[in-house]
């Protein structure tokens, strides 16, 4: 090997049979996922949100840090934490998720972050909405696309770059995107982006880029790595595809009882059980929940709390069920006001990307 192209690991899928790779636990190991208990708090603590770093952390410093807009604008800017926090305060709930969420669970299985289904969180984001940023420097006519470096810099697939995401124009401005120093009232951890970060809501957690340190107006479509290559949901090598963009409707029960340890089966008493879970979509607001305990043979639709003012943060429920001795499965679906529905069974794609595979929680009930 005397090249980066030779170097660097290609993306694959697990032969018939294969189990999880080396790679993939050294992944597993560096990242992690919300433990199911978490759903009980309306606010993931910062320790237990969903934390995915494409590259390593990177060394960074609140007191010197700058963020430059350029570009495609009237007036080039460059903010230090100290003039962005002077322009104001905007706090907004907003739930992320992986765009891989689920991949582990799909046959063939991508090989890549091997998530199950506990890569979400909700977190209160406190910065200054990013269009104000873009106004204030001037968005010239010939503006169509907006580029969000951050300071992680790595390889993928042979390609050296610094993590970027793009999103259009008419997105940047209308998603009610904010750059944030703050998660739930403190300092950006480490790991969520610190000193600041964008938070995209309703979209896939890639859009967020971390330790952002500049934003770009360009003149045409963005056409990096994170966009075009790494984000697409593709049947096969040949199709073109179509970009990862909002989340898809997802529910997620809060397993009842206590589990065994290898397996996370669970155990609960017979009677009434009461189980409460979190929905979300990215498309629109949550408008029904329904919760099967015979595997989806019947469906029983729960109790939605009141809809919050962030209305793409995930909604709690809860259904009452009435446990008989045996065995049992779980499950539960979402369903969207824009007439999304969550699948049973998603589609499978080479990424491994927007599985929103129904929840199964296998329970015995003594």
């Given at each position: ?76 800017l460059s903010f230090g934490l100290t003039e962005l926090r002077a322009m104001g ?278």
């Open positions: 090997m005397d090249s980066i192209e030779e170097f660097s690991v290609r993306g694959r899928l697990a032969d018939t049979g294969e189990g999880i790779t080396a790679d993939e636990l050294q992944l597993a190991a560096r990242n992690h996922g919300m433990p199911l208990e978490g759903l009980r708090y309306d606010v993931t603590p910062p320790g237990l949100h969903y934390v995915l770093v494409h590259y390593d952390i990177p060394a960074t410093n609140a007191g010197d840090w700058r963020l430059e807009l350029n570009g495609c604008v009237e007036q080039p305060r905007r706090t907004i709930r907003v739930t992320l998720e992986c765009a891989g969420n689920g991949r582990a669970t799909l046959q063939p299985r991508p090989i890549s972050q091997p998530w199950l289904q506990e890569a979400v969180g909700t977190a209160e984001w406190t910065g200054v909405l990013l269009s104000d940023l873009l106004r204030l420097a001037g968005i010239r006519e010939d503006a169509v696309d907006v580029v969000f470096t951050g300071a992680d810099r790595g390889v993928e697939r042979g390609v050296v770059q610094d993590y970027q995401r793009g999103l259009s124009l008419t997105e940047a401005i209308d998603s009610g995107a904010i750059v944030a120093w703050e998660m739930n009232g403190g300092p950006l951890p480490p790991q969520h982006g610190y000193p600041l970060r964008l938070v995209v809501p309703g979209w896939y957690g890639m859009a967020s880029v971390k330790w952002l340190r500049s934003i770009e107006l360009i003149d045409h479509e963005f056409d990096g790595f994170q966009n075009a290559v790494a984000y697409v949901i593709r049947q096969n090598l040949d199709d073109p595809g179509r970009p990862v963009t909002r989340i898809e409707p997802r529910a997620l029960l809060m397993p009842p009882g206590f589990p065994d340890f290898m397996s996370r089966h669970r155990f609960v008493a017979a009677g009434t059980v009461p189980l409460f879970g979190r929905a979300w979509s990215g498309w629109a607001p949550i408008e029904r929940v329904e919760v099967s305990t015979d595997a989806g043979v019947n469906w029983h639709e729960a109790t939605l709390d009141a809809l919050g003012n962030d209305e793409l943060a995930w909604r709690a429920f809860a259904y009452d069920w009435e446990a008989t001795p045996g065995e049992h499965v779980l499950t539960v679906r979402a369903y969207d006001a824009s007439g999304r529905e969550q699948p049973i069974e998603a589609e499978w794609n080479r990424g491994g990307f927007s599985n929103n595979t129904a929840q199964r929680i296998t329970v015995l009930v003594t």
